[in-house]
């Protein structure tokens, strides 16, 4: 008999509230909903579709995933808490509009405890089918009431993280004529590309899609120089801009990198804690992911609460000071600058708790 995982010692592991496991025989859904922490708001958090090898995986990334979120909600300052949904199945082969209407129903029936859209293996036009259902869902087209391309303010915020690091680092937010490299000009690091030459900064990308890096060679000539995937992190710049995958720094590449920062869009940019603690003791001033990425998560809140562009960008911006006050108390702690992050996300959720213990009203919980 195959040994069962104690799902709740993964659940008092990580600290999750509720973990939801949902099937429809009729479109082979197989998910996995992780509400991690409602403290600040209802469960906010996308829903990935991954041919997991197990249902193991599944939880394990779901729960890590979910818990992330709330350390993300918190430092954006959005009323919500941490969640994510993920979808056992093929993405190309597994998906129908069928299961996402399911999925419709699956959300719907937690009545507004979780809200979720798009994340890997999803796209805004699937959850159209799951709107039809039920309420819950962020990120739609605009088409359908959406508030669209989330990458926009999340290179925004990426922009602002480096202004911060720059006033931090060398006294002024002006990114003139520094160098920075970026790796993956996709969506984020794409915009960012062009924000960047905007500031009159100069560039080195790589990307495993040769035919992108050759066109904004062609498009901004002598300011932007080309370097490999292998390499990209070795180039000696100003700030290294990590805008592909994740686990960019880990064991091997931490001495190999030759920048004075590190602030980028990817997620999870640290391989593990430890290497946030090596990165301070080396002096390489590094912009928490979570906070310089978060653009894209204010976003989608924003839609919940009705659209507004201009709000938005404003609460973009502020990625600015809560990064120069993260880099402070890092100082003044002599800890990680991941470490600070994450001690201001539990500050708040304790004053937001203690707030939430005065009752609404009999009617109004
Ligand atoms: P994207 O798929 O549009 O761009 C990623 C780019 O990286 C692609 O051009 C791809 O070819 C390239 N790439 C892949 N592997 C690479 C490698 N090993 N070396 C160099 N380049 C590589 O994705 P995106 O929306 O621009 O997101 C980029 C990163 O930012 C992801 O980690 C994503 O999770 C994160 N992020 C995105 C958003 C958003 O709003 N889009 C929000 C928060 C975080």
């Known amino acids: 008999m195959p040994v069962m995982r104690d799902i709740f010692a993964l659940m008092e592991k990580y600290g999750h509230e509720q973990v939801v496991f949902c099937r429809h025989e009729g479109t082979g859904l197989k998910a996995i909903i992780g509400i991690h922490d409602t403290t600040m708001g209802p469960a906010l958090g996308g829903c990935r579709m991954i041919p997991y090898e197990s249902t193991d995986e599944a939880l394990e990334d779901v729960l890590r995933l979910s818990r992330g979120m709330t350390f993300k909600c918190g430092v954006a300052d959005v009323d919500f808490g941490g969640g994510k949904m993920v979808i056992i199945g093929d993405p190309v082969s597994d998906k129908s509009p069928e299961m996402f209407r399911a999925i419709g129903r699956f959300v719907g029936g937690l009545g507004g405890r979780f809200f979720t859209g798009t994340d890997m293996g999803t796209m805004p036009e699937d959850f159209v089918h799951a709107k039809r259902e039920s309420n819950h869902f962020v990120g739609l087209p605009k088409e359908h009431g959406g508030s669209g391309d989330t990458s926009i303010p999340t290179a925004l915020g990426v922009l602002q993280g480096m202004r911060a690091t720059a006033k931090f680092l060398w006294g002024t937010e002006s990114l003139e004529g520094r160098v920075v490299s970026i790796q993956g000009v996709g969506k984020v690091g794409g915009r960012l590309l062009d924000l960047l030459m905007e500031e009159g900064a100069r560039a080195v990308i790589a990307d495993i899609n040769e035919e992108r890096v050759h066109q904004l060679k062609e498009k901004y000539g002598d300011r932007v120089e080309l370097s490999t995937v292998t390499d990209i992190h070795r180039v000696e710049v100003d700030i290294f801009s ?118 609404l009203g009999w009617n109004g919980r």
């Open 242 to 359: 990590p805008c592909a995958r994740g686990g960019v720094v880990n064991d091997t590449s931490i001495d190999e990198l030759r920048c004075q920062a590190i602030v980028g869009s990817a997620n999870n940019q640290l391989q593990e804690d430890r290497h946030g603690d090596e990165l301070h003791e080396r002096g390489i001033l590094y912009a928490p992911d979570y906070l310089v990425n978060a653009g894209g998560l204010i976003q989608v809140a924003d839609e919940l609460e009705g659209y507004n562009e201009e709000r938005v960008l404003a609460k973009t911006r502020a990625i600015y000071e809560m990064l120069l006050q993260i880099y402070e108390r890092s100082r003044q702690e002599n800890i990680g600058t991941h470490r600070a992050a994450d001690r201001l996300v539990l500050e708040r959720l304790e004053k937001v708790a203690d707030i939430r213990r005065i009752m």
